[in-house]
T-cell receptor, first 110, second 113 residues
């Protein structure tokens, strides 16, 4: 089966700094990679995804990069804001099924 | 995208009873999923609910403990039966829209005394 894991359980950054959260996966057949953001008391919210045939994808302050050789993908947040504080989950999909990694709690200090 | 609501948002139940959680979607979807999330931890898939057929359960989850209904393309229920304190968790439903991204409901926080 697939295992998906985050490198750091917590990340603390200053407001305005850039943030990077990394995720490793084990199944080389995984073809779709997703990042979710979960705020306290809410369900996870889809924020960005990337397919296995793409190396990078951007959406405003958010970007995702994929390194298939190393089997990891990263979430990049530019100019991190207080509202970015949340738990971030990565997920890798294969055959229509997603496996979620443990979350990284991002704290943005003013 | 899809808008998903869950009822109840939270409940406190006694050991040995059951709780049924409802999940309503604002559009017709083929696949609905039920997850469990322990506080501070990741999401564990319980089962996939398809309309018109029995739910598909993941390893470690059985129908007797987690019966699921899927009467139509916008609604599903998950029952957590014979509750024990170990069942205390957040239960989330989600739907798949388009590619593999999922849209989640707000969750149901269950506490078993």
């Amino acid at each position: 089966g697939e295992s998906v894991g985050l490198h750091l359980p917590t990340l603390s950054v200053q407001e305005g700094d850039n943030s990077i959260i990394n995720c490793a996966y084990s199944n080389s057949a995984s073809d779709y990679f997703i990042w979710y953001k979960q705020e306290s008391g809410k369900g996870p919210q889809f924020i960005i995804d990337i397919r296995s045939n793409v190396g990078e994808k951007k959406d405003q302050r958010i970007a995702v990069t994929l390194n298939k050789t190393a089997k990891h993908f990263s979430l990049h947040i530019t100019e991190t804001q207080p509202e970015d504080s949340a738990v971030y989950f990565c997920a890798a999909s294969w055959g229509g099924k997603s496996t979620f990694g443990d979350g990284t709690t991002l704290t943005v200090k003013p | 995208s899809a808008v998903i609501s869950q009822k109840p948002s939270r409940d406190i139940c006694q050991r040995g009873t059951s709780l049924t959680i409802q999940c309503q979607v604002d559009s017709q979807v083929t696949m609905m999923f039920w997850y469990r999330q322990q506080p501070g931890q990741s999401l564990t898939l319980i089962a996939t609910a398809n309309q018109g057929s029995e739910a598909t359960y993941e390893s470690g989850f059985v129908i007797d403990k987690f019966p699921i209904s899927r009467p139509n393309l916008t609604f599903s229920t998950l029952t957590v039966s014979n509750l024990s304190p170990e069942d205390s968790s957040i239960y989330l439903c989600s739907v798949e829209a388009g590619s593999y991204e999922q849209f989640f409901g707000p969750g149901t926080r269950l506490t078993v005394l």
